[in-house]
């Protein structure tokens, strides 16, 4: 579901007379082919905080081939009060617990998600369309600029560094708020992909991916070097540019050491996941997904934060287990005009105790909730700003339970 608004449709193809017929010049979208735009515009990823098609493009002579090179700056300033949350991004997991600090107010300035990309399109007759595609932030430590994206696409396959397929891109809802509702599967992977058009609307994709495993250890695990990648599965249905339905499905095997009787062991995940988003009306958008599995910690908001993909079990020493868990979300966007929509999004996630773990007594987390209501104002096609509310509750296993709220303001300018 793209919520930026749309760039100018592009002009028809312009031949650009040059004396070298290899060299390369440097060009507007509006005189690029129209070939190169509409791969541009296709290929862009759909989540609301990916940059989208650029401004200006480096491009061979016949406008068969262009490199892009763009993104945006954007800059943040939250403040928290009636509680916190220890990040720049609102995840309710990270609400400290009573008697951990004292503070109720919190002042904070972000500029670390400005993105730069860069994006090479065209079409051979051997690799049909095919996009190389690098993009990064600076979300790194000490703010130093970190890799988002990495990858090749062709041929229905894409290879590198990218979103994984556990989870819908096209179903993140637009916030000011970088991580979104809680109760959401959102991750990246290096992986080997491959996705079909079935039929018209419908497509299917199937990945290998690199395993990241979090864990919790004792004196008697620890976490060991991965045997076996991720496998996810989805099928999607579409029918129109702005409705879908999505059912995902992923597997994957844990790998730890057992020092108790010094040998490997491991541990089995896996997760389903739906998802919707559809037009009620022309200015009324609807979106939800729900995700439920053991062991799929790494793919959930606040799961993420917790580091419970693998946790001891504490009534067979040496051994693991993977513990149920659930989130899910739903809400709305309503467009009053083509420059200014609002919109609002309730998530929740939830841990579920298995074999004694954790303590019901514990202060380990056992549910999230997620509010948002966000209001964004296209001021031109390429500046954006945006305001917003959020509030989040923590429950333990113990039963206490805390909140913050935070309001944001952002400006973006995309070039």
């Not at 061979?60 to 403040?79: M, N, P």
């Not at 001891?312 to 989130?327: A, R």
């Amino acid at each position: 579901m793209s919520l930026l608004p749309l760039c100018a449709n592009a002009q028809k193809k312009v031949i650009i007379e040059d004396k070298e017929p290899n060299s390369i010049m440097f060009v507007s979208r509006d005189k690029a082919g129209d070939e190169i735009i509409r791969i541009m515009e296709e290929t862009q990823l759909k989540r609301f905080h990916e940059p989208k098609a650029p401004r200006f493009l480096l491009t061979d002579q016949k406008g068969k081939f262009a490199l892009g090179i763009g993104g945006y700056v954007r800059a943040t300033a939250e403040y928290d009060f009636g509680g916190i949350v220890k990040d720049v991004d609102f995840y309710p997991a990270l609400i400290p617990n009573k008697g951990n600090g004292y503070v109720k107010n919190q002042f904070q300035m972000d500029a670390s998600t400005s993105t730069l990309f860069l994006k090479l399109v065209g079409h051979t007759k051997n690799l049909g369309d095919f996009v190389v595609y690098t993009a990064g932030n600076f979300r790194g430590d000490g703010k130093t600029f970190e890799l988002q994206n990495a990858y090749a696409s062709f041929l229905g396959f894409t290879l590198g560094y990218s979103y994984g397929s556990f989870m819908d891109l096209g179903n993140v809802p637009a916030t000011i708020d970088f991580a979104g509702p809680n109760g959401m599967s959102i991750y990246h992977a290096t992986q080997i992909r491959y996705e079909h058009a079935l039929a018209k609307g419908l497509k299917a994709g199937i990945g290998v991916e690199m395993p990241v495993v979090d864990g919790l250890t004792n004196e008697h695990v620890s976490i060991a070097k991965q045997r076996m990648p991720n496998f996810p599965v989805y099928v999607q249905y579409g029918w129109n540019p702005k409705s879908h339905f999505r059912a995902a499905a992923i597997i994957r095997s844990m790998t730890y050491d057992d020092l108790t009787a010094r040998k490997a062991e491991s541990e089995i995940g896996w997760g389903v996941l739906a998802s919707a988003t559809f037009n009620l009306t022309n200015r009324l958008q609807v979106y939800g997904q729900g995700v439920y599995g053991k062991g799929i910690g790494q793919f959930l908001n606040d799961m993420s934060m917790l580091n419970v993909d693998v946790v001891p079990n504490p009534e067979k020493e040496g051994k693991m287990q993977v513990l149920p868990m659930m989130g899910w979300f739903a809400g709305m966007q309503y467009n009053f005009s083509p420059k200014v929509f609002i919109t609002s999004t309730y998530g929740q996630s939830r841990l579920y105790s298995h074999d004694g773990y954790p303590v019901t007594a514990s202060d380990q987390y056992r549910y999230g909730q997620y509010l948002n209501a966000t209001l964004f104002w296209n001021i031109t096609s390429d500046l954006q700003a945006g305001a917003e509310y959020l509030r989040g509750w923590r429950t333990d296993f113990n039963g206490d339970t805390r909140h913050a709220n935070r309001v944001n303001l952002a400006v973006q300018y995309s070039f």
